[in-house]
């Protein structure tokens, strides 16, 4: 559900230059705030903590012309965007020598001349689609898009299950429209439909603007049936043939190159869809499956269209997100290679500024949480003990991937046209190619570049990722009197992603992996009790007049709380192990939620913070602030916050996870 889709010999570098990953020219924000409180700042710590933190970088920040907001990771990715131009240049004048380097050069040149032969080539694949006059050419289609890697309604993606971590294909359904919230939103759904018609003038698709009402009608048929919920199968061609039959799967394999379909096993869910699919392909007229996948190919490659035709979709993602202006070119590009060639460039990008302290000091803290977790959950009364039990054995069988790969593959490239859109078409393919290879060879895969500012959990590998880019400044400072920062800001990330294999979802997935819920009804009913006091608190809050949905951000809210209770233990038994004095010991504590409250700081302009009420799970930066720092005793003697504070919650009614 995504309208925003889109994005060895070492060289000579020193350990200097390489440090150098920041380069920040506005230095006052990267630089913490003193701990000194009694400073010229109005004292609202106990009031608004996030603020209290964050006032001098709120009022110096500035959200990019391009951009909808700008936080923490905007900042590290604005260093990492430096110094990712300053490679690409390098490959594209031939100072950075190699067969990636060519490759990139290659398809830059075809970038800069992006113009009338890509809109030829996009007007190529709409011709193709307006011809089809049969149901498998609709679903030739869904099978090409995700060929090429852009979304579809049978994604085909690679996927591994944990016990002998065999690596399979895995079918997902999904139906790419604009977010659900938005329908019912007129100024968004019109601005869509006014995008929707420009694109159809300038395409010669008159109907175009009737893929609006369209997906609207077709996301309440089939929204209700891709829910989180639906357990993961496991089936080969021969059960989808008879499971499925209005499918036809031998045309969406075919368009695959996959031959032995009917043998191959593969994973997929939501099996209702599906059924739910095979019927609406033929009840929903030809016509209007031929518009959908119109606007699936256009929407796909709009940001790399020239002139008139990425500003019609500047308009309306203005009304998604306030942002007037489109990406600077050279960061298109950037962002481009990130999505394309994440492993080719990944190499690079370690060559430029790899750093293996950074990914050590990383590796030590991610122990030091998992230690912490075990004893956290050795103490959560609330769970059954049997359940914790388990609970403990999935944090001991986590697997890590930490900074980057152990081994980068070798590079292959298709050979290049000097039409960029034909170029994307081409490595989309050979990236689906390789990602069969790496089934066939059962290899594992980093599926995101190391150059992301991003740290993500997944339940079916019960796996953490923590890429390079992320274990940087100010989420991660090296040197071992920033302990406490760490904590407060990289500690609760690992700490956070854990938490999410014990949410709404994770407790449904034992430690193998497997869909396989494990907690008994007495753990499910204490945890209720927990989730809705949290549901209530979060539905509170009021956002510009508008109210979170609580159930919808619910899942991230418990990896805030559960989170900070781990990394907090962590620092304690740290504290422990060092021996230090009670004095110097409030001072950490304080480090540690100053920490925290910094690596949420962020700026919404008012059209994101009004759309990501109703779409985003995750709630507003402050919130996660300033909500659940005051769950925890430590941070009021850290703070001496006294009751009359605005955040004061009475002892009892504080909510601790773990
Ligand atoms: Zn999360």
Wanted: aromatic residues 14%.
């Amino acid at each position: 559900m995504h309208i925003e889709e889109q994005p060895k010999k070492k060289r000579n570098v020193t350990r200097r230059q390489k440090k150098n990953l920041c380069e920040m020219t506005t230095c006052h924000i990267m630089n913490p705030p003193a701990l000194n409180y009694s400073s010229n700042k109005p004292d609202i710590r106990g009031d608004d903590f996030y603020m209290w933190v964050n006032t001098n970088w709120v009022s110096d920040a500035k959200i990019p012309p391009y951009d909808t907001d700008y936080g923490v990771s905007d900042e590290i990715e604005d260093c990492i965007m430096k110094t990712s131009i300053r490679a690409v240049k390098e490959c594209v004048s031939g100072a950075y020598k190699g067969t990636g380097a060519e490759a990139i050069r290659t398809l830059y040149e075809s970038f800069l001349h992006r113009g009338k032969r890509d809109i030829d080539f996009l007007k190529c694949t709409i011709h193709d689609i307006l011809s089809i006059h049969s149901v498998e050419g609709i679903v030739r289609h869904f099978a090409k898009l995700t060929r090429l890697r852009f979304p579809s309604v049978l994604q085909i993606q690679y996927s591994s299950y944990k016990t002998g971590m065999r690596k399979v294909l895995s079918i997902l359904p999904d139906f790419p429209s604009l977010e659900e919230g938005f329908f019912s939103n007129s100024t968004i759904f019109n601005g869509y439909k006014h995008m929707l018609r420009s694109y159809g003038a300038e395409f010669n698709i008159p109907d175009l603007e009737k893929v609006a009402q369209i997906e609207k009608s077709l996301t309440h048929r089939f929204i209700p049936y891709l829910t989180v919920d639906a357990p993961i199968c496991f089936g080969n061609g021969h059960t989808f043939a008879k499971k499925f039959r209005k499918i036809p799967w031998d045309v969406y394999f075919e368009e695959l190159g996959i031959v032995n379909w009917r043998k191959t096993t593969f994973e997929y869910n939501y099996p209702t869809f599906l059924r739910k699919l095979g019927v609406a392909l033929y009840e929903i007229s030809l016509d209007k499956w031929k518009l959908y996948l119109c606007k699936l190919y256009i929407l796909s490659l709009v940001e790399f269209l020239p002139g008139k035709y990425d500003d019609i979709y500047i308009k309306f993602k203005y009304l998604l997100g306030g942002q007037k202006n489109p990406m600077p070119n050279m960061n298109l590009f950037v962002n481009f290679i990130y999505n394309y060639l994440p492993d080719t460039f990944s190499r690079i990008f370690w060559d430029f500024c790899g750093d293996e302290a950074r990914i050590e000091g990383c590796k030590e803290l991610c122990k030091d949480i998992q230690r912490a977790a075990r004893i956290r959950l050795k103490n959560t009364s609330w769970l059954q003990p049997a359940t914790r039990l388990a609970a403990i054995e999935k944090i001991n069988k986590m697997d890590f991937l930490i900074g980057k790969p152990d081994t980068w593959e070798v590079d292959t490239f298709p050979i290049f046209s000097e039409i960029f859109l034909e170029n994307m078409f081409l490595l989309g393919d050979s990236s689906t190619k390789k990602i069969f290879e790496r089934v066939k060879k059962n290899i594992d895969v980093w599926e995101q570049g190391i150059y992301r500012v991003n740290a993500y959990y997944y339940e079916p590998f019960n796996q953490i990722t923590i890429p390079f880019g992320i274990i940087t400044n100010p989420y991660y400072k090296e040197g071992k009197e920033n302990r406490a920062w760490n904590y407060g800001s990289l500690g609760f990330t690992i700490s956070h992603e854990m938490c999410h294999g014990f949410d709404e979802e994770g407790k449904d997935y034992d430690s193998y992996g497997q869909k396989n819920p494990w907690w008994t009804r007495a753990d499910n009913k204490a945890y209720n009790k927990k989730t809705n006091a949290i549901i209530k608190l979060y539905e509170k809050q009021d956002i510009q007049g508008k109210h979170l949905n609580g159930d919808n951000v619910l899942s991230e809210n418990i990896a805030d709380i559960g989170g900070i209770g781990i990394a907090l233990e962590a620092l304690k038994q740290d504290i422990i192990r060092r021996k230090v004095s009670i004095d110097k010991e409030k001072d950490e504590y304080r480090e540690f939620f100053i920490s925290y409250a910094v690596g949420w700081r962020n700026k919404y302009r008012t059209n994101k913070l009004k759309s990501n009420i109703e779409t985003d799970v995750h709630s507003p930066a402050y919130l996660r602030v300033n909500l659940v720092v005051c769950q925890f005793d430590e941070w009021y003697s850290a703070f001496d916050i006294q009751k009359g504070s605005k955040l004061y919650i009475d002892e009892e009614k504080r909510i601790r996870f773990f």
